[in-house]
C-alpha cells in the first residue's frame, strides 16, 4: 500500500514563509511526477507546483517566484517553501505523486490527506 504523509502546515503571519514536507511509503518501484496542489474554502483544487523525476519544474502564476519545490528520491520525499505567504494563500495543501508500485507496475496517482496553511495576522 503506498501512501503519502504531508508535515508542516500551520498559521504563517502575512510575508512569513513556511515549508511543507511530503513523504511517500509503502510498496514502491518508481515516483514520476511529485507535486503540491491547495484548495481553499469553496473553490477547486489547483496546482501550485510539480517537479518531475528529471528535475523540471512547474508552478502555478499565482506563486511563482515565491515558491521552491525539490525533491529527495532517496528518501522519497518532495519539499516546498513558500515564502511572502499572503492571506490567500490560505487553503489545505495536499501532497500528490504519480507512482509505479511493485504490485503491477502501473503509475497512478496518489494523493496525501492534505495539511492547513492559515496566513493570516
Known amino acids: 500500500q503506498v501512501q503519502l504523509v504531508e508535515s508542516g502546515g500551520g498559521l504563517v503571519q502575512p510575508g512569513g514563509s513556511l515549508m511543507l514536507s511530503c513523504a511517500a511509503s509503502?510498496?514502491?518501484?518508481?515516483?514520476?511526477?511529485m507535486g503540491w496542489y491547495r484548495q481553499a474554502p469553496g473553490k477547486l483544487r489547483e496546482l501550485v507546483a510539480t517537479?518531475?523525476?528529471?528535475?523540471?519544474?512547474n508552478f502555478a502564476d499565482s506563486v511563482k517566484g515565491r515558491v521552491a519545490i525539490s525533491r529527495d528520491d532517496a528518501e522519497s520525499t518532495v519539499n516546498l517553501q513558500v515564502s511572502s505567504l499572503k492571506p490567500e494563500d490560505t487553503a489545505v495543501y495536499y501532497c500528490?505523486?504519480?507512482?509505479?508500485?511493485?504490485?503491477?507496475?502501473?503509475?497512478?496517482?496518489?494523493w496525501g490527506r492534505g495539511t492547513q496553511v492559515t496566513v493570516s495576522s
Open positions: 509503502g510498496s514502491i518501484f518508481r515516483i514520476n511526477d
Open positions: 517537479i518531475s523525476a528529471g528535475g523540471s519544474t
Open positions: 500528490y505523486a504519480k507512482i509505479e508500485a511493485y504490485r503491477d507496475y502501473v503509475a497512478r496517482d496518489y
